[in-house]
């Protein structure tokens, strides 16, 4: 039995102290710590964290020969018992890696515990063990527990190092709050809420989500159905939230996942109303625990079994991420949770990201997926030109096609449920790895089946207001502001414009804007001579200037001053966005209901 005790070593430091005990190393034992955690596509090196290694046998130091990046190999000849002592420095507040302080603690296996070579099948205990002055702390995870205090400090059980690092720990004082939906036990846990927090609210909307999604996989209550869900989730659920004065994100686990929101998005005690960052917050609940389904068990192939040393490539994130984010939100109109406006004013915000993305005409989905590791996890200021988001673009492709099926009979609920049904009775240890094949395959007309291909494979541009019109919905362009009239995003600081992005193909890149210039001024011929303005917001261009007239901007450029030459938007419906009205409401309602 791999043993690892975890202990606080130092809180303003933010050092954990691992002790790893290998009962029966080999010859020249070899351990790794992972470079990467499974649902954040991206080498983040957890072995830089890592101090003060080393290890004993029989109370004698062993040597420790580094190998790699992130692989030591001992120096051990016995197989008697090794013990191997290291300190992780953990400051960083995300869902993907490790903190701890005098308030919290929190952790992903990925970014704690070393990988025994040779032995990370065999079952591995974690030990979590209190700190002095921290005697209110407690602790939440979704891994079974051997011997634990009522806090929860103590032993827990893990069947191997992948549920090892599939199991992320929280520490602290946070609320919690428990609910049972069909018989598997929710737990959540919430750390750094205000007093004003209603946990009551999000617990009973928590639930909603929950139960519309097991529904959703498992259909009507029945023996069949209650056997294959407690044989998922016997473990129970564990949802974690981290509320931050600002930040957001989730990772989704086996049989947990960690979340962050805003403090202030969080739902109030005393106010029924939800805010758009409290519903922004549901639809992240939704999307996480959708893929309690849709990547941890339904994954793909090529990630089965995960390589934790290097990048791990498929095309089909499109699908795990793109299709669980069509469902994160249409869950909540299912789950009574947003009205159908509401729905569809997300998926028009959703359409409108990816017209406002040039990449998406130059970069598939599939390949999206694939470069992941080096794209769209590695964003800089020219990436909306050079990429797409396989979340967004993804979701409007599983749009697309729910929306054709639907016309031909079927629905995307039934493929998603078919690919479950199929799959899920040929798992071992519960994953199921699936191919773009099984797909297609699973999917009722061929013609829909070679349209999604095509969608995926291709960079030509989704049918959506033709497929929309279908389900009774109506596309109308709005108009857009001056920034994306002109293809800028910019951000106004104290009377500044700084350019952050400029959009291939419209008139600020055909003008010459870069990111990073500050635009200062804006020169404007007139009757009476030449007049230039300072500006300090964009509405102050429409102030002195004429639309559809030349201009001249003054920007600055690593301190040197450029004039550009730019012409104005005549058209005020250049680049417009759009918004979804509904125009019947009985086929709207065939759709979002079911």
């Known amino acids: 039995m791999i043993q690892h005790r975890v202990e606080l070593a130092d809180l303003h430091a933010h050092l954990y102290q691992i002790t790893l005990t290998i009962p029966k190393p080999t010859p020249s034992q070899a351990f790794s710590m992972a470079a990467w955690i499974p649902g954040s596509y991206l080498v983040r090196e957890f072995s830089k964290h890592v101090q003060e290694l080393s290890a004993k046998q029989s109370g004698k130091k062993l040597a420790i020969l580094q190998t790699s990046k992130n692989t030591w190999r001992l120096a051990n000849t016995s197989t008697k018992p090794v013990t191997v002592t290291y300190l992780v420095y953990a400051f960083d507040a995300s869902v993907r890696t490790a903190f701890l302080d005098s308030t919290r603690g929190f952790f992903n296996g990925t970014s704690m ?8 099948s065999d079952p591995q205990q974690v030990a979590i063990e209190p700190s002095v002055g921290n005697q209110k702390w407690r602790v939440a995870t979704s891994l079974p527990a051997l011997k634990t ?3 929860g400090f103590g032993t827990y059980q893990a069947s191997g190092y992948d549920e090892l690092a599939d199991s992320p720990f929280e520490l602290g004082q946070f609320w919690e709050g428990k609910f049972t939906a069909r018989g598997i036990k929710h737990t959540f846990v919430v750390n ?11 617990l009973a909307d928590t639930q909603k989500i929950v139960e519309t999604e097991i529904n959703f996989w498992y259909g009507k209550q029945s ?3 209650e056997s294959l869900l407690d044989g998922a989730l016997s473990q129970g659920y564990v949802f974690m939230l981290r509320a931050m004065d600002s930040g957001y994100g989730g990772l989704e686990h ?3 996942t960690a979340l962050i929101a805003k403090r202030s998005d969080l739902p109030r005690i005393g106010d029924s109303t939800a805010s758009d960052g409290y519903v922004t917050l549901l639809g992240l609940i939704s999307h996480e625990y959708f893929h309690t389904w849709n990547v941890k068990r339904l994954r793909p192939a090529e990630l089965v079994p995960y390589d934790y040393d290097v990048e791990n490539h498929t095309e089909l994130l499109w699908f795990f991420e793109g299709f669980t984010s069509y469902y994160d939100d249409l869950i909540l109109r299912r789950a009574g949770l947003v009205s159908d406006e509401q729905y569809l004013g997300l998926v028009a915000k959703t359409i409108n990201q990816i017209q406002q993305t040039p990449g998406r005409l130059v970069h598939s989905l599939a390949s999206s997926s694939f470069e992941t590791w080096t794209k769209y996890y590695r964003m800089d200021e020219n990436s909306v030109n050079s990429t797409v988001s ?3 673009k993804g979701s409007l492709v599983a749009l697309c096609l729910d929306l054709m099926l639907r016309e031909r009979g079927s629905n995307l609920d039934q ?3 078919l690919l479950w049904q199929q799959h899920s009775t040929k798992s071992r240890n519960g994953i199921c790895p699936i191919t773009e094949e099984d797909l297609v395959q699973a999917i009722p007309d061929k013609a829909c089946g070679q349209a999604l291909l095509h969608w995926v494979h291709s960079t030509e541009e989704l049918p959506l207001s033709k497929l929309l019109t279908s389900a009774g919905v109506e596309t109308v362009a709005v108009k857009a502001g001056l920034a994306q009239q002109l293809g800028l995003r910019v951000s106004t600081d104290s009377g500044s414009i700084k ?3 400029v959009l291939a193909g419209t008139l600020a890149a055909q003008a010459g804007f870069a990111a990073g210039d500050e635009w200062l001024a804006v020169e404007i011929e007139s009757k009476t001579g030449n007049q230039t303005w300072r500006i300090s917001n964009l509405d102050d261009v429409l102030l002195y200037a004429t639309t559809g007239k030349p201009i001249t901007v003054w920007v600055a450029r690593d301190k040197q001053m450029l004039k550009l030459a730019l012409t104005l938007p005549k058209n005020q419906m250049l680049n417009a966005d759009v918004k979804l009205k509904i125009v019947d409401a009985s086929k709207l309602a065939s759709w979002l209901a079911h």
């Not at 515990?113 to 990370?120: L, N, P, S």
């Not at 750094?192 to 999000?202: N, V, Y």
């Open 113 to 120: 515990f070393m990988r025994v070579i040779g032995q990370a």
């Open 149 to 151: 205090s009522k806090a």
């Open 192 to 202: 750094g809420a205000a007093a004003t927090f209603d946990g009551k609210r999000l």
């Open 223 to 225: 023996a069949q159905s």
């Open 254 to 256: 086996m049989n947990s």
């Open 390 to 392: 396989y979340y967004t």
């Open 415 to 417: 493929v998603m449920q």
């Open 499 to 501: 350019v952050k992005q």
